[in-house]
């Protein structure tokens, strides 16, 4: 699809924003650098709102009367060590953008730069940089710390990259397209005993990996591969 000539030309930039987040990766709700980071590009760029706290948030108001819509980006990194040699690569230890958030929050800035400096567009758009999406706690922290009591959104827009796919091509399709994570407890008792004398125990550890092995069976041999199951 076309890129429109106002963002294009902003591709340099936008690479080195994405660089410099790259170099600085944070973790979990801990982004103190790149929330800073946000927050002053929003202002610079001329958000009419910029709301810090659990996440950023900025709003962008059009031409006129409309509809609320939010467009989101995730900032956080994963707890990996970066052994890639780029220059800019990461310079905190053990932290790497491996999951491309880097690029999420650096594409959302280039939206939010476009939106404010044209407001071609009726209602308000509000953009969410949410932290801690790796560890699963960020939108429900943001949800709590009352995002859309504040900003009622009518829609909401996210998006993520997806290695393999042509440059220039946007994939989208209804219902669930990527994976998601969740956790569960499983609690397996039983009577413990010696390595020495196996046959006196339950060995509780053998009926773990019989259950992770059958709990993977489950899915793979009674759902076809591209349909999602939830």
Request: proline share 6%; hydrophobic share 45%.
């Amino acid at each position: 699809m076309p890129i429109l000539p106002e963002i294009a030309g902003g591709h340099p930039e936008m690479t080195l924003w994405r660089q410099r987040l790259h170099a600085a990766p944070e973790l979990g709700f801990e982004l103190q650098e790149t929330a800073q980071f946000v927050a002053e590009s929003l202002r610079e760029f001329g958000c009419d709102v910029v709301q810090v706290g659990v996440g950023d948030s900025g709003v962008v108001r059009g031409s006129a009367d409309g509809p609320l819509i939010g467009l989101r980006a995730d900032m956080d990194a994963l707890p990996i060590l970066e052994d890639t040699g780029l220059p800019y690569a990461s310079r905190h230890g053990g932290h790497m953008h491996a999951c491309g958030h880097d690029g999420h929050t650096a594409m959302l800035l280039g939206a939010a730069r476009y939106l404010c400096a044209t407001r071609r567009f009726r209602g308000s758009v509000v953009l969410i940089f949410q932290p801690a999406e790796e560890i699963g706690r960020g939108a429900g922290a943001m949800l709590r710390d009352a995002l859309l009591e504040r900003f009622p959104i009518r829609q909401l827009f996210g998006l993520h990259n997806l290695p393999g796919l042509a440059e220039g091509v946007l994939f989208c399709r209804d219902g669930p397209v990527m994976a998601a994570t969740a956790d569960i407890t499983i609690r397996i008792g039983g009577r413990g005993g010696h390595g020495g004398s196996p046959h006196l125990c339950t060995d509780q550890i053998l009926v773990a990996a019989h259950v992770l092995i059958a709990l993977q069976g489950i899915i793979a041999r009674n759902i076809p591969a591209l349909r999602a199951c939830l």
